[in-house]
């Protein structure tokens, strides 16, 4: 390596290190998401936290059984003993008093809790007031929930039998009560409360109980006789709940200290217990001065957070609902924690009750049962609150000073900020959830909360149905009655997140107003655009196939609003206020016509030229929705129609196919509006096609023309192709109308002349076996695309009724444009559309063609001419074509048409009269009789015999080929971007992923192949005749294209691309390109080949195509695609490639489709048969320049040079023209060299400030013109007669092919360096005529492909390399 080379002008850099800088900058094509990812929306999410049914508890028993004084016989009770009931000590007063003031006492308890139930009081009981009292309150709750709560302190212990005890009338007996007949009063669904010692016992016996319930409705459901089926039905006690104060073998503690009734004290006054269960513990001597008498003085009610009694309160709500999130099942949660606020309230409760009755050797039960929480680490910081409470009580009470608030929020906060910023990104949720959510009642800590939780909503979809599920809705739809002004960031972004992932919130919304929230934000200049965006993307939810949100929204003045908004700097703005119209106006006429006296439409039509495609997208669906609203039509509103078509019209070569499929959309609703009018111009098209001959281009008859072995369907070794899984003419069945009428055999059945526009598909074996690419269409692709080529030089001014210029003439050519499209979406979309017309205007001719064609007799068939076909698809494709190869002609197989079409076709009324007719079938060039214009598959039309199930429902959906909702799934694709994180490095920034990583060692593989590659050439190559790699190619070589980096070359054929592995010699890949059968690939390119390399293929009728996944274990895709040029000049393209290496190029015509790809700048220049050089920017997806030729003939070679902004042409006149595309059209042509008498094969612009022009014509000579004058500066003389040529250049070589089966490589200097004529190898048989050539931009490799279908690569001498 030279000294110079090695130290280069970055300091520090070593030159391996600075070329990879050059790699990191260069810009990347065709890698954004619209091309990465399939254009649709995210599978909606099962969204499982709307409450179905929210439950209240309307009615509370309260029945306590004390007996005050008479302690029950079964219960040995300590001395002292627990004796305080609901904080009342019953031998304080006499026992009747004592009763009833534990009993209101308890009743207030529950009433802070659920202040609005019934409540009923049933002390010391009989049965019959039990049953009474349950009875009565179910009556009244209906279907709501009932509590029941049993304090059975003055009763024996319930029984293995499943009884509680009551008392008889006067009191002298304890009466069994069994479980049974409670429940039967009861019903469900209900919750009992069981406040006794082995209350264990009870929920055991309430299951068998209700198990043996079920077993009884089940005998009663299957045997009608049985006795229990006349009984009224037992309810079901699947919906109840219990909680018991212990198992069943426990008693309850009789510590002095504590209540006697512990657990109700901890379901219901649970603060109070809770404080008193902390002072009793030894740790409560750190907290110097708390007595149990002190907590009672606790300043401050429960229901007021700001006061110390009130803050302990939301602490403690806070924690427990934390704790139950965490442990518990997510559905469990939602049933125990969230449905009903009682419920909620015990179960919170309940989990105190566990921890403070399990250290008393108790344990509290519950079913359903809960995992076990009392060691849960969220307790900790509960004592600590009580700790840090506690400790100022003494200064408080005795000094009056300020209560300073606990921490407790705070450090929550501070937590789950924690998990945020450093977890990874599999781990469990955050623990802290619930507590963010108790944080939003704060006005303290509000922001913050809101600012973590849209961090946390930003992980996904999944940390959204997280937090809604732990019953977030409610309180952020509250917010947005706040008119802070600093919330209203944070509110948009949780919003916008919460409806990316479920938009039935949609009425939510729309009920409490909130729409109007969004509105003020989208309209206020001084909010950011980010934000503005997502306040449209909410109101675009909010209007989405949701008529009281689209009126709502209207009132609101949203289309006015947006109207402003248009023309936003920031895209996704602007891509968003589009959609958004163009949802409120979906069939919503009054939204229609308010946009109509804003000129809405006329404002979007700048859109249609943005320079993001996504953007043009949306415009293009709001113009779409705007034509295709169903109100009744006026005159004004049929020309705003009109316009707002031919506006759309323009779009028919956008370079982005997400435009050209939303352009198919938006058109198609105004078929769907129109539909009489463009039923009239189908039929006058069909009319044409059917009368018209395409002239064929050659009639010459080379054999060499039609080859059978490479053009028969689908070659085995062709791989199917992802987006193509209708691989349009993949050379197989897609059936040709008319093509044997005009199919005309010679007597020795030789093979006729194939035109383009008669190209039957061979083999109809393949199209009756039912071929994958919808045999059900009328039209079929070649009729279309016959049809597209013959409106534009046919006369069509004999339409009945519509003149020949009108709208739907130009629409109905936009959409037969369009169902050429090389992208296959489109087209497929296209053709919907096109053969819903035409079924249409077929069946509605129907009538009078059955008349016409009733005069046929049996025997005779319709005459080729016959009124009676308007459509001859069907006995073309399917019956009338010969079944074995396409130039045989031999009758067609009788069993193809074996089935008469007769009764499935819907008959019109005029039928009945006509005799059916026999199967028959056609003679060739004849025409079938009606009844057999049909298709076979006929889904079309009805369900046959031997129609499956889901084919008959297909059945449905082919009847009319477009629903009014065909969509491109575009709408919800872009949603997805609010659905996804935003705040995440993208994976390719982040220095540890795997995608950085990859491309860091693609770009030192580069750094290698340059340098390596630079050392060879430097030392100068004085042979290159050394071969390297030889294989037959599946077809004639066309052109070969070495990837830059890799191993592997790319050779395309006729209309596929084979990828072979130079080193190993072995072949990767080989798929269909897609072009249609009279075109061929003219030119290839690879993209991004410094990096995630995608194959540019061009074809000779202008069309682009571009892949991805080739050479790899995966299936080829087709990334975009898109008509480069769209007037190409119909030359003899019809011809077969080999045919053509014969011919003088001059006198041949074509030069196909001629590019040049500038990776630097993203620009594509594209040319050929035509007089323009057009100029593709790739990051835009559209047509910057057309720089005219000036010139008369076609351009055959393109190259530029980025820095100086230069393009250097060859042309088929032999002149070479120089444009520096800076200029105006007129003035850009700089230099034109008129040195060659001849077709140039290739012009090569050097690049560098000094780089010359170099050219070649097919005379062989090679002149080198400077660009800054205006003659030649040297000149050399080579071979005659070249088909091929190419330059290498970094090695200034360049090698000829030529007719005359040799490869002659020179040196700069005009010294030949090698001959090559024979391959090496065993025969060394004569190399072929060359058809393509190409060196590696780096390594001194030649790649020659020759007509023998060999494929073979040329390299300097070994030791070189």
Known sequence: MDAELLHSPVVGLTEEEEVDMTDWNVPLAFMKKRHTEKIEGSKALAQSWRMKDRMKTVSVALVLCLNVGVDPPDVVKTSPCARLECWIDPLSMSPQKALETIGSNLQKQYENWQPRARYKQSLDPTVDEVKKLCTSLRRNAKEERVLFHYNGHGVPRPTVNGEIWVFNKNYTQYIPLSIYDLQTWMGSPSIFVYDCSNAGIIVKSFKQFALQREQELEVAAINP?????????????????????????????????????????????????????????????????????????????????????????????????????????????????????????????????????????????????????????????????????????????????????????????????????????????????????????????????????????????????????????????????????????????????????????????????????????????????????????????????????????????????????????????????????????????????????????????????????????????????????????????????????????????????????????????????????????ALQFMEEEKNYVVPSPANSTETGNVTPGRDSPAIPRLRSVNSYTNLRAATTARTLNKSLQNLNLNEEGGPAAFSPGNLSTSSSASSTLGSPDNDEYLLSFETIDKMRRVSSYSSLNSLIGVSFNSVYTQIWRVLLHLAADPFPDVSDLAMKVLNSIAYKATMNARTQRILDSGSLTQSAPASPTSKGTLIHQAGASHRSKPSSSPSSGSPPMPGASSSSLTNEVPKPPVREGLPTRPPYTPTLGGQAPHSQQFPRTRKMFDKGPDQTAEDGDEAAAHRSFISVNLQTGLCDWSAKYFAQPVMKIPEEHDLESQVRKEREWRFLRNSQVRRQSQRIIQRGVTRLDDQIFINRNPGVPSVVKFHPFNPCIAVADKDSICFWDWEKGERLDYFYNGNPRYTRITAMEYLNGHDCSLLLTATDDGALRIWKNFADQRNPEMVTAWQGLSDMLPTTRGLARRVSIYLDRSKQGGAGMVVDWEQETGLLMTSGDVRVIRIWDTEREMKVQDIPTGADSCVTSLSCDPQRSLVAAGLGDGSVRVYDRRMGPNECRVMTYREHGAWVVKAHLQKGPEGHIISVSVNGDVRFFDPRTPESVNILQTVKGLTALDIHPQANLFACGSMNQFIAVYNSSGDVISNIKYYDGFMGQRIGAISCLAFHPYWPHLAVGSNDYYMSIYSAEKRLR
């Open 225 to 681: 006789n049985h006795p229990l089926a006349q009984m009224p039905l037992p309810p079901s006690m699947k919906n109840c709940i219990q909680l018991a104060a212990c198992e069943a073998n426990e008693l309850l503690p009789m510590n002095p200290d504590l209540p006697a009734d512990l657990f109700t004290s901890c379901l219901t006054t649970p603060i109070k217990i809770a404080l008193r269960w902390f002072c009793m513990q030894k740790s409560a001597k750190l907290v110097p001065g708390v007595t149990l008498d002190l907590i009672e003085k606790i300043p401050g009610r429960l229901n007021d957070r700001r006061t110390p009694l009130g803050e302990l309160n939301w602490i403690f709500t806070a924690i427990t609902d934390t704790i139950a999130w965490n442990v518990l099942p997510r559905d469990l949660f939602q049933k125990l924690f969230r449905q009903d606020l009682l419920v909620a309230s015990l179960f919170r409760n309940f989990l105190l009750a566990e921890r403070i009755m399990r250290s008393y050797n108790c344990t509290p039960v519950s079913s359903p049962r809960l995992p076990p929480t009392y060691m849960h680490a969220m307790w900790q910081a509960w004592d600590l609150a009580v700790d840090i409470c506690l400790s100022q009580l003494p200064t408080i009470i005795e000094e009056g000073t300020a209560f300073r608030h606990s921490p407790f929020f705070a450090e929550q906060l501070t937590a789950f900020q924690v998990w945020l910023t450093m977890g990874v990104e599999n781990r469990n949720p955050p623990e802290q959830l619930p507590i963010v959510l108790q944080v939003l009642l704060s006005q303290v800590h509000r922001l913050r909360a809101l600012d973590l939780l849209g961090r946390f909503l930003d992980l996904g979809p999944w940390a959204v149905s997280l937090a809604l599920s732990v019953g977030i809705f409610p309180y952020v739809l509250k917010l947005l009655q706040s008119s802070a002004r600093e919330l209203r960031p944070l509110l948009v972004f949780i919003w916008a997140k919460i409806l990316a992932v479920d938009s039935s919130c949609q009425a939510d919304l729309v009920k409490d107003n909130g729409h109007k929230y969004f509105l003020s934000v989208l309209a206020d200049p001084f909010m950011p655009a980010e934000h503005r965006t997502m306040a449209v993307f909410i109101l675009a939810v909010i209007v989405n196939n949701y008529n009281t949100g689209q009126e709502a929204c209207l009132q609101g003045n949203l289309i006015a609003i947006c109207l402003e908004q248009l023309n936003d700097p920031h895209p996704l703005l602007r891509q968003w206020v589009a959609i958004c119209l163009g949802r409120i106006w979906q069939n919503f006429d009054s939204a229609r016509w308010c946009g109509v006296r804003d000129s809405a439409h006329e404002k979007l039509y700048s859109l249609l030229s943005d320079p993001i495609p996504e953007v043009r997208c949306a415009a293009v669906f709001a113009l779409g929705t705007f034509v295709g609203n169903s109100a009744e039509r006026t005159d004004h509103s049929t020309t705003i129609d009109h316009n707002v078509a031919m506006m759309l019209a323009q779009l028919i070569n956008d370079g982005s196919p997400i435009v050209r499929k939303e352009l198919v959309v938006a058109l198609s609703h105004l078929v769907v509006q129109y539909e009489s009018n463009f039923c009239t111009v």
